[in-house]
């Protein structure tokens, strides 16, 4: 009785081992998703027209800086001037953020240049437009700069080409 005993545990504990110690299956570790840059949604060339379709003048939107304080480089905005805004790359909205006092066009004059903040769809990247609408002004600048008076609330679209 003993032996049978004895051989019954001996064939429970080898059962239990082969089927106790299955190789686990191999499971694929998951690849990192690479890091996605917010600011490519925005650079290409433009076309900017008046609100009636008039043809205006072309725009260029680049990004600019890798790390730190990321940025987008605006060519020809308003057919006027060079600007460097910062948009992060991680930020997912599609704000075009531009307000400078004073901003420097591509003749050296100062202007008080001011975006719309984009509650109403003014300056917000839609599928491939941009609503245009800011404020241009050299009140504080004209005299001592010998140059004419200017003002404009422009309105203008900019459709991605």
């Known amino acids: 009785m003993r032996a049978q005993l004895a051989t019954a545990l001996l064939l429970?504990?080898?059962?239990?081992?082969?089927v106790g110690c299955r190789r686990d299956e191999d499971v694929c570790p998951e690849q990192p998703t690479p890091a996605v840059d917010e600011r490519d949604i925005f650079?290409?060339?433009?076309?900017?027209?008046?609100?009636?379709?008039?043809?205006l003048y072309s725009m260029n939107i680049m990004k600019f800086g890798t790390g730190g304080r990321d940025s987008l480089f605006i060519h020809n905005y308003a057919d006027t001037f060079d600007l460097k805004i910062?948009?992060?790359?991680?930020?997912?909205?599609?704000?075009?953020?531009v307000s400078f006092f004073p901003a420097v066009d591509q003749t050296g004059n100062s202007w008080a240049l001011f975006g719309a903040a984009g509650f109403d769809g003014?300056?917000?990247?839609?599928?491939?437009?941009?609503?245009?609408?800011?404020?241009?002004?050299?009140i504080a600048f004209y005299w001592q700069e010998g140059v004419p008076y200017f003002?404009?609330?422009c309105k203008q679209i900019a459709v991605k080409q």
């Open 43 to 55: 650079v290409g060339t433009y076309y900017v027209y008046d609100t009636v379709g008039t043809y």
């Open 122 to 138: 003014s300056n917000v990247l839609t599928n491939d437009t941009i609503p245009l609408k800011f404020t241009q002004d050299n």
């Open 12 to 18: 429970a504990c080898f059962v239990f081992f082969v």
């Open 86 to 97: 910062l948009h992060e790359r991680y930020w997912t909205n599609r704000y075009l953020g």
């Open 151 to 153: 003002s404009c609330v």
